[in-house]
């Protein structure tokens, strides 16, 4: 069993930015692959970003692809999501998960994820 906390979501202008953290507990967080969707309100969740375990293989969708950046300190149990420029429509509940490593280092399905943080709430003004 892994728990996820999420935590750095809030109000900004359009433009700013914001740093989520993904704090880990219950098993070794270098075995994990780490990933971030979000859910807009009336809207499926999506995938935003995805770290394999060492941190070198990283993969975005492309709305956020130069504005964010997703990482992770395994001294910490900590995975982060960096998010400069933003705009209104990144507006929704960012989510972190995560999984065990597996062949394939990355994933950007959300029903590739066994273990989800309860949410936080992200909401642009423009």
């Known amino acids: 069993q892994v728990d996820l906390v999420e935590s750095g979501g809030g109000l900004v202008q359009a433009g700013g930015s914001l740093s989520l953290s993904c704090v880990a507990s219950?098993?070794?967080?270098?075995?994990?692959?780490m990933g971030w969707f979000r859910q807009a309100p009336g809207k499926e969740r999506e995938f935003v970003a995805t770290?394999?375990?060492?941190?070198?293989?990283?993969a975005y969708t492309d709305s956020v692809k130069g504005r964010f950046t997703i990482s992770r300190d395994n001294a910490k149990d900590t995975g982060r999501l960096q998010m400069n420029a933003l705009k209104p429509e990144d507006t929704a509940v960012y989510y972190c998960?995560?999984?065990?490593?597996?062949?394939?280092?990355?994933?950007?399905?959300?029903?590739?994820?066994?273990?989800w943080g309860q949410g936080t709430q992200v909401t642009v003004s423009s």
């Open positions: 770290i394999d375990w060492s941190g070198g293989s990283t």
């Open positions: 219950g098993r070794d967080f270098s075995m994990l692959t």
């Open positions: 998960a995560a999984r065990r490593s597996g062949p394939r280092p990355i994933a950007t399905s959300a029903n590739e994820y066994i273990y």
